[in-house]
């Protein structure tokens, strides 16, 4: 089995995508509250900042912001993987699912950038603004204001937190 080796940087600013074992599936939005719960009691145990947050049919894009002393993304998404999963019949399992426990509903590993600065902080927001438009998960906004210039106009406060206006 390969051994990954993760970038250790407390504090770092993280994108993620993280996907559905089968996809096509549209578990991700049917059981959409069940994920809030898994990622609030995730939070309370282990806390870390949202910074951006996308949910599609079989896969979400995520930015997290870590606390100044912690690293450990891989458990938070093992914890929130697996509080979601309980309760959900298991997708079909190989015999390496069945060694580890798993019940096969996500692909094993996810996608992770570490964000260099506040372009590519920028950058990636706009991602998470426009993937579910360009995989033609949503049409736009119902607002009359126009989702290109919400997410060019993301800027960070003095407190620390994107805002998009």
């Given amino acids: 089995m390969p051994r990954y080796i993760r970038p250790r940087h407390p504090g770092a600013t993280i994108f993620f995508t993280v996907a559905l074992a089968q996809r096509g599936s549209h578990l991700l939005v049917a059981e959409v509250e069940r994920l809030r719960q898994a990622v609030r009691d995730t939070r309370a145990e282990r806390p870390f900042g949202i910074e951006a947050w ?22 938070r998404w093992r914890l929130i993987k697996a ?6 019949q298991a ?17 094993q590993r996810f996608w992770k950038h ?6 590519d902080l920028a950058a990636h927001l706009r991602y998470c603004w426009f993937n579910p438009v360009s995989t033609g998960w949503w049409s736009g906004l119902r607002t009359g204001r126009s989702l290109r210039s919400n997410a060019r106009s993301a800027d960070r406060n003095g407190h620390g937190q994107t805002v998009i206006r």
Avoid at 93 to 107: D, I, N, T, Y
């Fill in 91 to 107: 997708g079909p399992r190989r015999p390496s699912h069945v060694a580890r426990g798993e019940r096969a509903l996500w692909q």
């Fill in 83 to 88: 509080r979601f999963s309980r309760g959900i």
């Fill in 54 to 75: 996308v949910v599609l049919p079989d896969h979400l894009h995520c930015i997290w912001r870590m606390p100044e002393e912690d690293a450990d993304y891989a458990t």
């Fill in 114 to 119: 570490h964000i260099d600065d506040e372009a």
